[in-house]
T-cell receptor
Framework: AQKITQTQPGMFVQEKEAVTLDCTYDTSDPSYGLFWYKQPSSGEMIFLIYQGSYDQQNATEGRYSLNFQKARKSANLVISASQLGDSAMYFCAMREFRMDSSYKLIFGSGTRLLVRP | DTEVTQTPKHLVMGMTNKKSLKCEQHMGHRAMYWYKQKAKKPPELMFVYSYEKLSINESVPSRFSPECPNSSLLNLHLHALQPEDSALYLC????????????????FGAGSRLTVL
């Protein structure tokens, strides 16, 4: 079975500094997708970044980058130049394929990030 | 503004009530999802509709009844709920359910926060 692990329940970072949120995964499928979502206190899940298992380069989206180390099965999220608005819960997720070719997204337990002024 | 609209934002109901949660998207997405999220936990998949047909039911109790009247609308009918069903219910949509393309990113709504008394 596929599994996503986030070992940091909570993190602090100083405003304007960079922070890395850890994510490891386990799957026997050669094809998979990894996602990061941000969930502010309002509740909405906001898509941040995606990495496909066959992508040669690490994904980047503005201040977000994904440090993808396939051999280590890790997909850490790096947020550069942290802002107060980055304070939220962050979920790593993996797309799990099923026999009927549909898929579901399975989430890690999340990391709560607090940005200090 | 989110492109997936959920109503109501908050709902309080008794265990004998019948209520419905509604979700709407106008992005032309062909897959729609219901997730349940308890406090301080990651979202858990409940149902997936693909091309207006139910494709995944994660063994959800029958007191939750999904309905997809058309490709833009998704309802969740609630009847005889228990206090432990109190949670944030998130709706999401994606272009489709199959394949490994990064284009199949789930877009979430802001959620409906349900309290069962």
């Amino acid at each position: 079975a596929q599994k996503i692990t986030q070992t940091q329940p909570g993190m602090f970072v100083q405003e304007k500094e960079a922070v890395t949120l850890d994510c490891t995964y386990d799957t026997s499928d050669p094809s998979y997708g990894l996602f990061w979502y941000k969930q502010p206190s309002s509740g909405e899940m906001i898509f941040l970044i995606y990495q496909g298992s066959y992508d040669q380069q690490n994904a980047t989206e503005g201040r977000y980058s994904l440090n993808f180390q396939k051999a280590r099965k890790s997909a850490n999220l790096v947020i550069s130049a942290s802002q107060l608005g980055d304070s939220a819960m962050y979920f790593c997720a993996m797309r799990e394929f099923r026999m009927d070719s549909s898929y579901k997204l399975i989430f890690g337990s999340g990391t709560r990030l607090l940005v200090r002024p | 503004d989110t492109e997936v609209t959920q109503t109501p934002k908050h709902l309080v109901m008794g265990m004998t009530n019948k209520k419905s949660l509604k979700c709407e998207q106008h992005m032309g997405h062909r897959a729609m999802y219901w997730y349940k999220q308890k406090a301080k936990k990651p979202p858990e998949l409940m149902f997936v509709y693909s091309y207006e047909k139910l494709s995944i039911n994660e063994s959800v109790p029958s007191r939750f009844s999904p309905e997809c009247p058309n490709s833009s609308l998704l309802n969740l009918h609630l009847h005889a709920l228990q206090p432990e069903d109190s949670a944030l219910y998130l709706c999401a949509s994606s272009p489709g359910t199959s394949g490994g393309s990064g284009a199949n990113v789930l877009t979430f709504g802001a959620g409906s926060r349900l309290t069962v008394l």
